[in-house]
């Protein structure tokens, strides 16, 4: 969850003349120099499937976490296509033990007959093997389609020590095997075989590419195969995953079926089961047929006390960035809005409002079939079709205006918020004009912040310290110019399992929400918040990590963009001092110790080691060398991984809610990696 980070002119190419044109030149007789050392012999031609291997990153994105998932992402949406076509009911995905991952479809299966173009070859190893190459290119064959490039299932294969493609098709059984991209050896009819058609890939990610620990989580993919589910309510996809896989792994069975017929209103329901909802009902429907060109499926809903989110899809393919689909939701949601502010009488109150207002708040699942969309980028993380801002805007404009119509109630509730939000946005603009200076006056900081004399935001830092002895000695190591110290007595409240009157009446959070003036939840502002690091800093031994992680759970679930934002980190004070003569060492645990013990002093030396019991026991001077000073410091920051949002979600419920029984099944299943510690201790 966290990582450490340590704190032209142009000239003119023609010189102001007139670039003219002239001949090329005529090679010379003799051989390149050696001198310049650039001759044909330097230039390559990557043939095949070799520069997906040689630069995986310009196909899938990269080579971590991610970019491995998406091998399964190219392979599924095969299979979805079949299946938005009409030609396949079910889809089977198989994680095994020994890392191999299994899909399969009832399809049409991939043509094996030799290609027109190819004759030697079949069409099976030409898709497998040849970039761009596949049948999406037009809508002769898939009306709409999450595969279009013709690189995917050839870029898994290519990244793959191991892929085996078998094919029903005509009540015949063909089978060929690959080994990074490379055929080993020609397609194998396997004979005759019933009740059963499409197309089964079982394929392994290669290790020289994605290193040696390269493996697949089983939550991942079951999450990823369920959103396909939601995402077309005529497919089945069944789910299979070896037990051993799963051990300490909650929420994830070792068999499933995904079938939502409800679709993204099903999708949005389970998202948002737990908040409060501005109005009841979620807003959804359907424009087009799924599968068709130009097809249109939403589900909206505004929380109350939660950050919105904006879930959008593209002919199955998930875009975490966006793009011309979404903009068409906010335009048609903002357009009625307005609309339904003009019939309720309140217009010109209305006037000011944004999208962005709209959006505060707002839960959305948005699910587009387009013919031909354009993305930006291999991984097709943003849409980039004009074309699908008007149809998502007219398909949901209409029904959006009836659906406020016909729940007036529901809409004015719904427009009183809007408005609220509105109202805010204007008076955060008029404050800002405001210098930090003249606004900290009006504030009613806690009493025992020790503030810094910095006025700016930038550069200005907020140490959290654990209770009024570190707080003093951080007090006198600190730089008072940009640095302020917020002494927290003893634990702070676990906002995961508190009640929402509980975690507003208690007094320390009051007093850190106060000190770092930016609000939480929708109303958090990041250009009121006063300092640009807040740095935990707590005792480096059981109770500092415990209080640390209340302090975590407390910014994740209250000041979530406080973190996207990259304000947040953790201090790493020593545990440890060690001297000899006038050489004096710290250490952070106790694996630091033993190494700079070898590394650091002879063996023969007798080392004063010395373990400090907390930062109020150390020196204002330690205080400062070790941990506080930005020259000699380490920092840690603290950020949310992008692709496993829902995964960390998961995570903090499961370790710091309400459920004790969650947390003790997480000890129970991790108790051999604490019985060392705990033997120390």
Known sequence: MSKPQKTNDKDDFFGGATPKVVAPAKAPARAASAEDGYTAADIEVLEGLEPVRRRPGMYIGGTDEKALHHLFAEVIDNSMDEALAGHASFIDVELAADGYLTVSDNGRGIPVDPHPKFPKKSALEVIMCTLHAGGKFDSKVYETSGGLHGVGVSVVNALSSLLEVEVARNQQLFKMTFARGIPQGNIVDLGKVHNRRGTRIRFKPDTEIFGAKAAFKP????????????????????????????????????????????????????????????????????????????????????????????????????????????????????????????????????????????????????SVFVREPEFQGQTKDRLATAEAQKIVEQAIKDPFDHWLSGNPVQANKLLEFVLERADDRLRRRAEKETSRKTAVKKLRLPGKLADCTNTATEGSELFLVE???????????????????????????????????????????????????????????????????????????????????????????????????????????????????????????????????????????????????????????????????????????????????????????????????????????????????????
Request: hydrophobic share 40%.
């Open 219 to 366: 939550q991942r993919l079951f999450k990823m195969a369920r959103s396909k589910a939601y995402l077309f309510g005529g497919v089945k996809i069944r789910w299979r995953c070896d037990p051993e896989l799963l051990k300490g792994i909650e929420g994830v069975p070792a068999e499933d079926e995904f079938h939502f017929p409800g679709g993204l209103k099903d999708f949005l329901g389970a998202a948002i089961h737990n908040d409060t909802l501005v109005h009841p009902d979620i807003f959804s429907g359907k424009s087009g047929r799924n599968g068709a060109h130009g097809a249109c499926e939403w589900a909206v809903a505004w929380t109350a006390d939660a950050d919105g989110f904006m879930s959008s899809y593209t002919n199955t393919v998930p875009t975490p960035d966006g793009g011309t689909h979404e903009a068409g939701m906010r335009s048609a949601l903002l357009r009625g809005l307005k609309d339904h502010a003009e019939r309720a009488g309140q217009g010109k109150r209305s006037s000011s409002i944004t999208s962005e207002d709209v959006m505060v708040g707002a839960a959305v699942m948005l």
């Open 467 to 681: 209770g009024d002895s570190a707080g003093g000695s951080a007090k006198q190591a600190r730089d008072r110019k940009t640095q302020a110290i917020l002494p927290l007595r003893g634990k702070i409240l676990n906002v995961a399992s508190a009640t929402k009157d509980k975690i507003t009446a208690n007094q320390q959070i009051s007093d850190l929400l106060q000190a770092m003036g930016c609000g939480t939840g929708a109303s958090y502002r990041e250009e009121d918040l006063r300092y640009s690091r807040i740095i935990i800093m707590t005792d480096a031994d059981v109770d500092g990590a415990h209080i640390a992680s209340l302090l975590i759970t407390f910014f994740y679930r209250q000041t979530p963009k406080l973190i996207d934002e990259g304000h947040l980190y953790l201090a790493v004070p020593p545990l440890y001092r060690m001297t000899h003569g006038s050489k004096t060492i710290y250490a952070r645990d106790e694996a630091h110790r033993d190494a700079l013990l070898k590394s650091e002093f002879n063996a023969n030396a007798k080392v004063e080691i010395g373990r400090f019991k907390g930062l109020g026991e150390m020196m204002p001077a330690q205080l400062k060398e070790t941990t506080m000073d930005p020259s000699k410091r380490t920092l840690l920051r603290v950020v949310l991984m992008a692709e496993d949002r829902e995964g960390t979600a998961d995570s903090v419920e499961r370790l710091m809610g309400s459920k004790a029984e969650a947390r003790f099944a997480f000890i129970s299943d991790k108790a051999e990696f604490a019985s060392e510690d705990l033997l120390d201790v």
